[in-house]
T-cell receptor, first 118, second 114 residues
Framework: AQSVTQLGSHVSVSEGALVLLRCNYS??????LFWYVQYPNQGLQLLLK??????LVKGINGFEAEFKKSETSFHLTKPSAHMSDAAEYFC????????????????FGKGTKLSVKP | DGGITQSPKYLFRKEGQNVTLSCEQN?????MYWYRQDPGQGLRLIYY???????QKGDIAEGYSVSREKKESFPLTVTSAQKNPTAFYLC?????????????FGSGTRLTVV
């Protein structure tokens, strides 16, 4: 069964500092991987997704993530944090070979809440 | 623009009352989902539907019911059997074809028991 682990339920950085949010997955095949962002009292918005076309994926708001098969990781980074980046971030994985069944459902990590200090 | 609409944004329920949360999508997605979100617990799957007139229980289906009579609509009823319904509820739909594959989420409904 697939699973997603997000290390750190809370991460705090200073404005202008590097943002690194960790995500590790378990999957028997190269999966589809996603990062979503959620602002308070709102739904989840897609930040970026891994498509197998490139291991380094660029998303919205200056975020990017690198797929490392050997480490089964898909960590999210941003070179310089902005106050508006304060939100909760969710990593998710799906097995691309199981659409149409329950195995095709996205599995979400428990989320990492990012705080940005001025 | 296509998207998912959840209504209402805020909902108050009295003890022993059933309430229904609306979820409508115009993305032509086959699959739809309901999640419950509590602080520190991430997203927990309540029900999902891969096709019209069919739906499956998720991890925490007790005290909830759904219907999928139309492709566009997937309403969630929180019944009086749900003992702790206060939470943030998210609806999503998905497709795995084309370049926009993945999940699209609604903006959520916050349910409070009064």
């Amino acid at each position: 069964a697939q699973s997603v682990t997000q290390l750190g339920s809370h991460v705090s950085v200073s404005e202008g500092a590097l943002v690194l949010l960790r995500c590790n997955y378990s999957s028997s095949v190269p999966p589809y991987l996603f990062w979503y962002v959620q602002y308070p009292n709102q739904g989840l918005q897609l930040l970026l997704k891994y498509t197998s076309a490139a291991t380094l994926v660029k998303g919205i708001n200056g975020f990017e993530a690198e797929f490392k098969k050997s480490e089964t990781s898909f960590h999210l980074t941003k070179p310089s944090a902005h106050m508006s980046d304060a939100a909760e971030y969710f990593c998710a994985v799906s097995d691309p070979g199981n659409y149409g069944g329950s195995q095709g459902n996205l599995i979400f990590g428990k989320g990492t809440k990012l705080s940005v200090k001025p | 623009d296509g998207g998912i609409t959840q209504s209402p944004k805020y909902l108050f329920r009295k003890e022993g009352q059933n309430v229904t949360l609306s979820c409508e999508q115009n993305l032509n997605h086959d699959a739809m989902y309901w999640y419950r979100q509590d602080p520190g617990q991430g997203l927990r799957l309540i029900y999902y539907s891969q096709i019209v007139n069919d739906f499956q229980k998720g991890d925490i289906a007790e005290g909830y019911s759904v219907s999928r009579e139309k492709k566009e609509s997937f309403p969630l009823t929180v019944t009086s059997a749900q003992k702790n319904p206060t939470a943030f509820y998210l609806c999503a739909s998905s497709t795995w074809t084309g370049t926009n594959y993945g999940y699209t989420f609604g903006s959520g409904t916050r349910l409070t028991v009064v």
